[in-house]
């Protein structure tokens, strides 16, 4: 049951600790998944409750975030800050819900996802009481709270699994997205994890899909050895010209945002292709990486 769960929530964030697995891996038929920060404790500590198709990183969601500053925990219309997915919630939330700028002052993180019931949690004798507008709040209706938003959400996600244009219809959620995901998930055991290290901020990643004022960078990392910045473009559904390029785009703003003149590139390919090729010889801080998908079926005995 949530309402367990979030007590225990609420009490580590209160205490400090970063421990996880002993969460429940999923809640009411969605992957569930729970973090207090990642190398260092974060402001806002949450849980996400996901479909198969996205993730805490790429998608929208129903999410618990505690604002531990202003002791107040909000059952959110979530949205990741950390990659543009391609849908999101319908206009009944985004015409009609607060976002939560609007009800948390200066949030540290996700102003902009959307409000659908907010609590105060108060700690008695090592026991969490949450309540809403001055009244108590049960068990029972934090549950019926939450089956309430993660049914809209189910009817949300069917409704753009049916859409033929949708990133999830189409496949390229599991070609694209997974890929970036996958390193991201398995860095250390990836040669790019043996020279380069991801950048967290207040024990948040932010490596992934780091925005800047001219577009999205899929992975920006630092060379454990010089500091300097890493540049990482996955070469996706488009050109080896249009990668190569825009690699080069975002070294030139890290190198004048970021005064670093020692930035490099690298591109991520499914193959080396003669016009990749060709790029690259004049690309002299660009390199390439190439990865292999492994897929075997195997009959059951």
């Known amino acids: 049951m949530i309402y367990e769960a979030l007590s225990k929530f609420i009490l580590q ?18 992957k569930m998944k729970v973090s207090f920060g990642q190398g260092a404790l974060a402001r806002v500590p949450w849980i996400s409750l996901t479909a198969p198709e996205m993730s805490a990183s790429n998608g929208y969601f ?46 540290p993180r996700y102003g902009d996802s959307y409000v659908f019931k907010q609590y105060i949690p ?3 004798n090592n026991k969490v009481l949450f309540s809403m507008d001055g009244n108590e709040v049960s068990g029972e209706s934090i549950e019926r709270d939450l089956k309430e938003i993660v049914d809209f959400y189910k009817k949300s996600v069917d409704i753009e699994i049916k ?65 300097s910045y890493v540049v990482i473009e996955l070469k996706k559904n488009q050109t080896s010209d249009d ?3 825009q690699a080069m785009r975002y070294m030139g703003w890290i190198q004048e945002k970021k005064k670093d003149p020692n930035v490099k590139g690298i ?21 390439v990486f190439l990865y292999e998908v492994d897929f075997k079926l195997k009959a059951h005995r």
């Open 13 to 30: 964030a209160k205490e400090g600790s970063l421990k996880t697995a002993e969460y429940a891996k999923d809640c009411l038929d969605l």
């Open 62 to 107: 129903p999410v618990y975030l505690f604002y531990k500053e202003q002791n107040i925990l909000i059952l959110s219309y979530g949205i990741s800050e950390t990659s543009e997915y391609g849908e999101g919630w319908s206009k009944e939330v985004t015409e009609n819900k607060k976002k939560i700028a609007e009800v948390v002052s200066s949030p």
């Open 122 to 124: 108060q700690i008695s």
């Open 163 to 227: 859409n033929e244009t949708s990133v999830i219809s189409t496949g390229l959620f599991y070609m694209e997205k997974q890929l970036e995901d996958f390193i991201i998930s398995n860095w250390n055991e990836t040669e790019l994890g043996k020279k380069y290290d991801l950048i967290y901020e207040e024990g948040n990643l932010i490596s992934q899909q780091y925005r800047t004022e001219i577009g999205i960078i899929d992975i920006l990392a630092k060379d454990k050895k010089t500091g």
């Open 243 to 245: 990668t190569v390029g």
């Open 267 to 287: 591109i991520v390919a499914g193959q080396f292709d003669q016009k990749l090729h060709y790029a690259m010889i004049r690309a002299k801080d660009i390199e």
